[in-house]
């Protein structure tokens, strides 16, 4: 994100209680809001950065959204929304120091520092709306005043104008039929799921306001009806592992857990970067009990026996391998160069980490107390059913709207960026009559347990 100038020191308050001076600020300061309560302050975009989160980097992260307001919280969370309480709270309240900037004030426990963004970048709210994205064309509900909160109905309405009106009302979905604009989140009456053939929604206006369909588009707005976490309020009884193999998705399954929970996960290690990035469990000592689950890639008896139940995931060793060693050369979200894969180091780390991903499993099956096994792919493909499944072993209520919240927010930050720098098909056939042996092995061992064997792709045919 291109830096656009820093905010200065905090300068005198001023005895009348005025605003914070700031000699390049890029926001207008509004002041000091409370956002204590389940229902946020400002419903928008949610960002963290533990180590460095700075003024210009919240009011920069949400202008390039087209929110209207940033607000800054603890030192270290950045809050995007288009509205505002009529009220502020005294500046005073406002006295945490930001992480990333020495003598500048980022709220404080359950307050926001607000600026107003909406005029940083002159015309960047009329692109943002045109990048709404396109959903599918989907029938109607059957009660459209209950599935959609908000209308505009005007003629000739475009796109750009719908997501616009969302946007600023703060909803996720724009939803088009003819003249008419909705607003929406995805519900359980309306959930996205049965798209119907384009060509049911290519109608005319008129002809398309009288029809049973319409055009849904995502807006610029997060869904955030799941975005709130916390630690559990009192100790766990039951201590539960969510286990797997480095490479087998943990950190993104981590994601869905706390976003469908509304608890912080944990962790075996201490990873700055994901502690930074909001995984607050990240730095919770690992059996504080605090967490709803504890991410960690441990096996052998020991270990294992530790912890009363376990979430079991596997991913395809293949695809597990690739990412680990992506993540070794590259970190979370890089990809290991040309000069890593054709060095001696790849074929080193599969020989010695593809045994792994066998035992890992196989020691799991044998000394785990109380198993829930999940499959990466399965959890790719039906998201919502196998998370729910999740969130039950994890003896957690949750709401179907909730679920479809995660759903519409399952990337989280966590694909990859920049360039394949490898060959698409990295191993060689001494490397897949090796891993092929411990896919076999590994499916037989799940088949003797009374679990389903590994998904169809992974097993050599």
Not at 129 to 153: D, K
Not at 163 to 168: D, I, L, P, T, Y
Request: charged share 25%.
């Amino acid at each position: 994100m291109a830096e656009q100038g820093r905010c200065c020191d905090l300068g005198d308050l001023g005895e009348q209680g005025g605003a914070p001076h700031w000699e390049k600020s890029l926001g207008t300061y509004v002041g000091c809001f409370s956002d204590h309560g389940h229902e946020r302050t400002l419903k928008g975009a949610v960002f963290y950065d533990l180590r460095k989160m700075t003024v210009s980097h919240c009011q920069d992260a949400c202008a390039e959204r087209s929110y209207v307001y940033a607000g800054l919280e603890a030192g270290a969370e950045c809050y995007c929304g288009n509205r505002l309480p009529a009220t502020s709270v005294g500046l005073e309240e406002c006295s945490h120091e930001c992480k990333g900037e020495k003598g500048s004030v980022c709220g404080a426990v359950d307050r926001l520092s607000v600026y107003r963004v909406d005029e940083l970048q002159p015309g960047s709210r009329k692109r943002e709306w045109r990048t709404a994205t396109y959903r599918g064309c989907f029938r109607l509900p059957e009660n459209i005043t209950h599935a959609f909160p908000s209308s505009l109905i005007q003629a000739n309405v475009t796109v750009e104008t719908c997501s616009g009106f969302c946007s600023q009302k703060e909803f996720p979905l724009a939803i088009l039929r003819g003249w008419e604009c909705y607003c929406a989140y995805p519900t359980p009456q309306f959930n996205l799921r049965d798209a119907m053939d384009s060509s049911l929604c290519g109608q005319d206006p008129e002809a398309q306001r009288l029809a049973e369909y319409c055009e849904v588009y995502q807006t610029p707005v997060q869904d955030t009806r799941c975005t709130d976490r916390r630690f559990l309020p009192n100790k766990s009884k039951v201590f539960v592992a969510l286990s797997s193999f480095p490479g087998a998705g943990n950190t993104w399954a981590r994601h869905l857990i706390e976003h469908a929970t509304g608890f912080y996960t944990g962790s075996y290690y201490f990873d700055g970067t994901l502690y930074n990035k909001g995984f607050k469990g990240e730095k919770d000592h690992w059996r504080s009990r605090r967490t709803i689950c504890v991410k960690t890639h441990e096996s052998g008896r020991r270990e294992i026996e530790m912890f009363d139940s376990a979430i079991l995931l596997i991913r395809n060793p293949y695809r597990s391998l690739v990412a680990e060693f992506n993540r070794k050369c590259a970190g979370h979200l890089g990809y290991a160069a040309d000069r890593n894969w054709k060095s001696k180091e790849w074929p080193d780390f599969v020989n010695s980490y593809a045994s792994w991903w066998s035992s890992h499993v196989l020691d799991w099956l044998k000394y785990g107390k109380r198993l829930l096994v999940v499959h990466y792919e399965e959890l790719r493909r039906s998201l919502v059913p196998t998370l729910r499944e999740m969130v039950a072993f994890l003896n957690v209520s949750v709401s179907e709207e909730r679920l479809l919240c995660v759903e519409n927010n399952k990337e989280g930050s966590f694909r990859r960026r920049g360039r394949r720098s490898h060959d698409p098909e990295p191993f060689t056939p001494e490397m897949k009559d090796l891993i092929n042996g411990y896919i076999r092995t590994v499916d037989k061992a799940l088949r003797d347990h009374n679990w389903t064997g590994l998904p169809r792709e992974y097993v050599p045919r």
